[in-house]
């Protein structure tokens, strides 16, 4: 089993920034493609960003120029850097990870219990 944890969210005012961390742990798995989502009150739960494997990145249009995502496959540990933050970017943000564990059982999505951002206006 794979389990995450993040880390780094808190209270901010707008233009701020933060730094979340992902950290994976387990055994018997690899880890592919890994990425950030969040939930705001009343709203379905959005991509935010996503890496690959190969390094290959994705940023939700509302984001893109202001956060960035990068991982550190030694140490296991997916990144969110947040600048320039808005009321608009408050939220729960998930740590997700695409696992493979073995051929009997294949790849699957792991999922943080999520830490609070929130951005005061």
């Known amino acids: 089993q794979v389990q995450l944890v993040e880390s780094g969210g808190g209270l901010v005012q707008a233009g701020g920034s933060l730094r979340l961390s992902c950290l994976a742990s387990?055994?018997?798995?690899?880890?592919?493609?890994m990425g950030w989502y969040r939930q705001a009150p009343g709203k379905q739960r959005e991509l935010v960003a996503r890496?690959?494997?190969?390094?290959?990145?994705n940023y939700a249009d509302s984001v893109k120029g202001r956060f960035t995502i990068s991982r550190d496959n030694d140490k296991n540990t997916l990144y969110l850097q947040m600048n320039s933050l808005k009321f608009e970017d408050t939220a729960v943000y998930y740590c997700?990870?695409?696992?493979?564990?073995?051929?009997?059982?294949?790849?699957?999505?792991?999922w943080g219990q999520g830490t609070q951002v929130t951005v005061s206006s």
């Open positions: 997700n990870a695409d696992a493979y564990l073995g051929w009997r059982i294949g790849s699957k999505d792991y």
């Open positions: 387990g055994s018997g798995f690899s880890i592919n493609a």
């Open positions: 890496i690959t494997g190969g390094g290959s990145t």
